[in-house]
């Protein structure tokens, strides 16, 4: 039986843990035969760090469904193994989302086996790892634009406030949008990253603080929508500041997710919130959104947004920075391909 290392997530004695989840987080060398089930193998090549991957590496909360398991919501690689006739061995593809690394072993592994229906092919223009320099972040950054426009969101109505900009999505968004004709205004806790959000094209980079939310439930219309990544007071605040028809994708909850806000947006400037769940978007739209990305929507400096690349065993601590608010941009995470051995079963 063949051997892999991955780092995977057991539970432990409540007792002993501090976390919120009792549990912990280690590298191991797993059996090729417990992984989860699935007609496609794929040689991992990259996979990322994304906000709910630090969540569950942590146990901060109750992402991972069953114990023990593989974290990671994402993974790009080589098919190995393929029993359906949709795959063949050699074929790059990525997988984000589908229940990966939530309720079936995800991305931190040397091998990782899925069901064919959760596998996009690595669309022409993009490879293994420009696929996980979007990930689920990009993934979800664009599905956001794709249905704020779906809902009659343009350029021409002003701009597009899009907060945590300094983060995965947040960061991906703004260069998306501003790729797209918007004027985009990056909301960040993170003085220091102006700069990086204005080479991304924000027109201008504010604090939150610098918003001045007022807590009318209508307050002077400011913004024709959003991109929120961060939930709670912010998202009730700006929802106050949007324009007519006006679009929000609410996608985060970084600051908080309970949301208690007016339904005068809604029904006095017809303000939408629309919900995004990269996680289930139904496959149709799921190809549509890759194939973007992989042309007329793909992000200029994809290699740019990279802000540390992280071996399995590195992915603990930057799972504690990141949610200490520490992290910035994509943190990549790069596997050394295992050697293929000869042809016949892996
Ligand atoms: N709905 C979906 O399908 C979907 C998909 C992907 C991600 N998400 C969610 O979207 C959010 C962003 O994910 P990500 O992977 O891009 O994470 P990330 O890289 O860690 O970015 C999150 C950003 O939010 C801001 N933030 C962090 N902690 C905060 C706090 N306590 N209060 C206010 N702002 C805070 C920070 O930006 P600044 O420091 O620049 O303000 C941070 O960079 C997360 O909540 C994640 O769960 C949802």
Redesign the pocket.
């Known amino acids: 039986m063949k051997q892999i290392r991955a780092l995977r997530v057991n539970s432990i004695e409540p007792k002993k843990s501090k976390a919120s989840q009792a549990q912990q987080v280690s590298l191991e060398n797993i059996d090729i035969e417990h992984l989860g089930r699935g007609e496609v193998l794929i040689r991992t090549e990259f996979s990322s760090?994304?906000?709910?991957?630090?969540?569950a590496v942590t146990g901060r909360a109750p992402i991972l469904k069953k114990l023990p398991l593989v974290p990671g919501i994402d993974v790009s690689g080589e098919v190995v193994e393929s029993q359906s006739a949709e795959y063949s061995p050699g074929q790059k593809v990525l997988v984000t989302?589908c229940g990966l690394g939530e309720d079936q072993d995800g991305g931190y592994a040397e091998i990782v086996r899925v069901p064919a229906t959760s596998v996009v092919p690595i669309p022409q223009g993009l490879d293994t790892r420009l696929a996980m320099i979007l990930g689920?972040?990009g993934?979800?950054a664009a599905?956001s634009l794709y249905r704020m426009e779906q809902n009659g969101q343009r350029p021409e109505q002003g701009p597009v406030v899009v907060?945590?900009?300094?983060?995965?999505?947040?960061?991906?968004a703004t260069g998306l949008l501003a790729q797209r004709g918007y004027e985009v205004i990056?909301?960040?806790?993170?003085a220091d990253?102006s700069n990086f959000?204005m080479e991304l094209g924000a027109t201008k980079v504010l604090?939150?603080g610098e918003l001045h939310l007022g807590s009318r439930p209508l307050e002077r219309a400011r913004y024709a929508g959003a991109i929120d990544?961060?939930?709670?007071e912010?998202l009730a605040g700006l929802s106050r500041h949007v324009d007519l028809w006006g679009n929000i994708a609410?996608?985060?909850?970084?600051?908080?997710s309970e949301l208690h806000c007016s339904v005068m947006p809604m029904i006095l400037r017809g303000v939408s919130f629309l919900?995004?769940?990269?996680?289930?978007?139904p496959r149709p739209l799921r190809l549509k959104i890759w194939e973007l990305l992989a042309s007329e929507w793909k992000p200029k400096n994809l290699e740019g947004l990279v802000s540390q690349t992280l071996s399995l065993e590195q992915i603990p601590e930057a799972a504690e920075r990141?949610?200490q608010?520490q992290?910035?941009?994509?943190?990549l995470v790069a596997l050394q391909p295992l050697p293929l051995k000869a042809p016949g079963p892996f």
């Open positions: 760090l994304n906000y709910k991957d630090a969540l989302g689920t972040a993934f979800t599905l907060t945590g900009a300094s983060g995965g999505v947040g960061s991906l990056a909301v960040s806790g993170k990253m959000l604090s939150p990544n961060v939930g709670g912010l609410c996608v985060g909850l970084a600051g908080g919900g995004i769940s990269s996680n289930n978007t990141m949610l608010r992290s910035t941009g994509r943190s």
